[in-house]
């Protein structure tokens, strides 16, 4: 009796202690977790999205790439040179199968330049619009900040279905021009460059009439337009204006009061959006209004985001943008860049 009345004093307090133990263990942690749980699941995503980020298939050669910013030069293997150059130059939302077309001219404009550019500087391009505007991951990291493991992967996929293959015109890579968005057909490359290349005819881009960049409109002063195209106009009056349309209904040449433009300069000292342009006259002023974003010849980046959302595949808008090509191999095309 002694035994079991000295033992029953103990029970009760030990019983307490684990129950109070339980509680301890199995609510502070709930306590201190719940209030942070919206966080902890971001964490988690952001983890399991790092987790599965896409890695840039290998590459047969590297770019020496001028950053304009550090004004050093950066050796870039070149898969992930074309997917910052797919990042900088269309955005992530667009269709894959337009990402994909992008890849592949990016990639080929790249081997061209390459081959035929200039030996003489000490890079092979730089990292602005005098070549392609390329972004790095950290550049990206800044720009697109949480989103970037789910854009970037998405680029890469693209980058990645299309692996080392770029477009040829008999056997040579084509100059694989690009730019945001036509006036509804792109131009043929004698009427804004110089030479008249054969895969770079103008074709019908109707889809490009749905782009946010499609119309836009500026307003320049008489003195504003004297200055930029240093002519002198009459103050007093209208100038006298007449024009000649290239067949995809750019202004090819202009003249202004006798003084004679091409389209393309006037683009180009008004700063306008295309050399698809419409000039009024209105209390001393001139309202000029494009349709159109960029130069015009080749593939139009707007028109390839709609054909692919209508179900085309990158194939498809590389053949209807880039006349009679083939999509071939590096390392079959260009096999001294390979064996550098």
């Known amino acids: 009796m002694k035994t079991t009345n000295t033992s029953r004093p103990w029970s009760l307090p030990t019983a307490f202690t684990i129950m109070v133990l339980v509680l301890i263990i199995l609510v502070i942690p709930t306590m201190i977790v719940v209030p942070f749980g919206s966080k902890g699941q971001e964490a988690a995503t952001v983890t399991k999205t790092m987790d599965t980020t896409v890695e840039t298939a290998s590459s047969p050669f590297a770019v020496e790439v001028m950053r304009s910013s550090t004004d050093t030069v950066e050796n870039i293997p070149l898969e992930d040179y074309v997917a910052g150059v797919v990042a900088a130059e269309m955005p992530a939302e667009f269709e894959l199968e337009a990402l994909k077309a992008q890849a592949l001219a990016a990639r ?27 972004l790095s991951e950290e550049d990206l990291i800044k720009q697109w900040g949480s989103e970037y493991p789910e854009k970037m992967n998405k680029i890469k996929k693209a980058v990645n279905a299309t692996k080392g293959q770029i477009l040829t015109y008999e056997e040579s890579p084509i100059t694989a021009a690009f730019f945001s968005t036509s006036n509804g057909y792109t131009e043929n490359s004698e009427d804004y460059w110089e030479n008249e290349l054969p895969y770079l005819r103008s074709v019908e881009s109707p889809w490009d009439e749905d782009s946010p ?102 194939e498809d808008i590389i053949n209807h943008y880039y006349q009679g090509v083939q999509i071939s191999s590096v390392d079959e095309t260009a096999p001294t860049l390979v064996s550098k």
């Open 108 to 134: 080929t404009y790249t081997v061209n330049h390459l081959l035929h550019g200039d030996e003489a500087v000490e890079y092979d391009v730089t990292d602005t619009v005098t070549h392609q505007v390329y």
């Open 213 to 314: 960049k499609f119309l836009s409109q500026d307003t320049f002063t008489v003195e504003q337009i004297e200055t930029a195209l240093e002519i002198d106009l009459p103050n007093d009056k209208p100038s006298y204006i007449e024009e000649a349309r290239t067949d995809s209904g750019r202004v090819k040449e202009i003249g202004i009061e006798g003084n004679n433009f091409s389209g393309r300069e006037i683009r180009e000292k008004l700063e306008l959006k295309s050399s698809d342009f419409t000039i009024k006259q209105n209390n001393g002023h001139f309202v000029i209004t494009t349709e159109g974003y960029g130069h015009g010849v080749g593939m139009s980046q707007y028109g390839a985001h709609y054909m692919a959302q209508s179900g085309k595949t990158y």
